[in-house]
């Protein structure tokens, strides 16, 4: 089957930098996708990665290693703002999206 | 966990036609679920929310009357795309909620991605 996998919760603290974490087992693979949710909120576009390496964009970076089925969201210089669910969502071969269930990030500060 | 389906996964439709999207909560009920359209490589645009057993609550600029929402039962909501046009032409995505609306417990369907012709 498919699947997802990313931490439940994870906390840190204001000024800090969290890595979250998601590892992927899908039919296929055309890129990955990592979204911010606010409660109530729709999620907003992060990143999308298709190709190995890291992209950055300014306090948000993503990473992917296509071989390992592995990617990342770094987030430096940590604000309150940016409690938030993260979701990890991956394009199958049928360009469905998988998705993962969501760290929900504390702030602390 | 909590599953969400989606169907059909992909439909091509001329243009005029009537297009249905459903989207199932499998294991949980679901009082209320959303409604998105995914442009490439961006966010999320909300639609629409719905509650079971009433009227859905249209976002700001989404027709009414073209996309037209129906959450007859805790498991089950409709979208139906209606006289479609190749500009309707996207991934529409639902999620499904157990809490509120305001919860952040939203759990995603696959997507359903249309082309009309």
């Known amino acids: 089957g498919q699947n997802i996998d990313q931490p439940t919760e994870m906390t840190a603290t204001e000024g800090a930098i969290v890595q979250i974490n998601c590892t992927y087992q899908?039919?296929?693979?055309?890129?990955l996708f990592w979204y911010q949710q606010h409660a109530g909120e729709a999620p907003t576009f992060l990143s999308y990665?298709?190709l190995d390496g890291l992209e950055e964009k300014g306090r948000f970076s993503s990473f992917l290693s296509r071989s390992k089925g592995y990617s990342y969201l770094l987030l430096k210089e940590l604000q309150m703002k940016d409690s938030a669910s993260y979701l990890c969502a991956v394009v199958d071969s049928n360009y469905q999206l998988i998705w993962g269930a969501g760290t929900k990030l504390i702030i602390k500060p | 966990g909590a599953v969400v389906s989606q169907h059909p996964s992909r439909v091509i439709c001329k243009s005029g036609t009537s297009v249905k999207i459903e989207c199932r909560s499998l294991d949980f009920q679901a009082t209320t679920m959303f409604w998105y359209r995914q442009f490439p490589k961006k966010s999320l645009m909300l639609m629409a929310t719905s509650n079971e057993g009433s009227k859905a609550t249209y976002e700001q600029g989404v027709e009414k009357d073209k996309f037209l929402i129906n959450h007859a039962s805790l498991t089950l909501s409709t979208l139906t795309v209606t006289s479609a046009h190749p500009e309707d032409s996207s991934f529409y995505i639902c999620?499904?909620?157990?809490?509120?609306?305001?919860?952040?417990?939203?759990?995603f369907g696959p997507g359903t991605r249309l082309t009309v012709l």
């Open positions: 899908t039919s296929g693979f055309n890129g």
């Open positions: 990665n298709v």
């Open positions: 999620s499904a909620s157990t809490l509120g609306g305001g919860s952040d417990e939203q759990f």
